[in-house]
């Protein structure tokens, strides 16, 4: 029973750890770091960008929370991060060890719908996404729907054509769900690519503002052959930084997110990171581009 009761004890202390102010403990150290936007960046090391609870190496390809700092690059033990972060006192000899890594995300255990309507309808007829580009993504497998939920699946590719996660969307009209699939591979983002030599990366706020953005453009007879359209779900710069990291040739990056406070601040966060960042947005009057498409189409 003791021992539970320590293992308990130090779950709540692993949980407080991994949430604890990484930025404070640092500069409580003596840590050279500089306020960038709404983060710091070290001193020392440009690319090693700080929040709050994480840290992005982003030359490195590495991310993680404040435990695994102290311990990666503090030389600590586990058991010692936990402890300098939670300022308290730690039996290592009745603790557990860390947890496992993650499971690795495997789309085969995902019973698909073969009957696509729900998806095919949802997209059509509530967001206004072309017919035509509709079955050109179930055609390429971009497109798939999970039978248990009938949610929308916008599957995220590896460089090797493995699909190692998902961004999810709902296709009830009436309740609104999106989310990423449970164990989805971190930096990566559900992605559609031009034909010709790629030069830009667009990056976008969800999988349905991508789409609609495909279907404006086509709309205005302007295909996009020489961009990679990535969708962040949600405003992450790591999905920027691993997306243009990964590719061999050099891509400027364009903000396509939402007009609104929200986007604006990303656009000013990502400019302070990464030079030659453009942003493209909406017109002034839509608050993101599934809304200017309605619009246009009506």
Request: aromatic letters at 10%.
């Amino acid at each position: 029973m003791e021992r539970e009761i320590r293992n308990a004890i130090f779950q709540e202390q692993k949980r407080q750890a991994r949430q604890a102010n990484l930025i404070e403990y640092l500069l409580r150290q003596g840590e050279p770091l500089e306020r960038v936007g709404l983060r710091y960046r070290h001193k020392d090391h440009d690319s090693l960008v700080f929040t709050e609870n994480a840290y992005y190496w982003n030359s490195r390809g590495e991310t993680g929370n404040a435990i695994d700092y102290l311990v990666r690059h503090k030389g600590m033990a586990y058991n010692t991060a936990v402890a300098e972060l939670t300022h308290t006192d730690i039996d290592a000899t009745n603790m557990t060890l860390p947890p496992t890594p993650k499971e690795i995300f495997n789309f085969g255990k995902i019973i698909l719908e073969q009957d696509m309507r729900r998806t095919i309808a949802y997209l059509n007829k509530t967001r206004g996404i072309s017919y035509e580009l509709i079955k050109q993504l179930i055609t390429d497998k971009l497109l798939f729907q999970e039978a248990e939920t009938n949610n929308i699946i916008f599957p995220m590719y590896d460089e090797t054509g493995g699909i190692v996660g998902a961004e999810l969307c709902g296709t009830l009209t009436d309740k609104r769900f999106k989310g990423i699939k449970p164990d989805s591979e971190y930096g990566y983002g559900y992605t559609i690519q031009g034909k010709s030599d790629i030069k830009y990366a667009l990056f976008f706020e969800s999988a349905v503002d991508l789409l609609s953005f495909v279907d404006i453009e086509r709309l205005k007879n302007k295909p996009i052959d020489n961009a990679l359209l990535v969708s962040m779900a949600g405003l992450k710069d790591n999905i920027i930084n691993y997306t243009l990291n990964r590719r061999n040739e050099p891509l400027q990056a364009v903000l396509c997110v939402d007009n609104d406070e929200a986007g604006s601040n990303f656009i000013k966060l990502v400019t302070a990171q990464i030079e030659g960042v453009r942003a493209f947005l909406p017109e002034a009057q839509y608050k993101d581009w599934n809304e200017q498409l309605k619009a246009m189409k009506k």
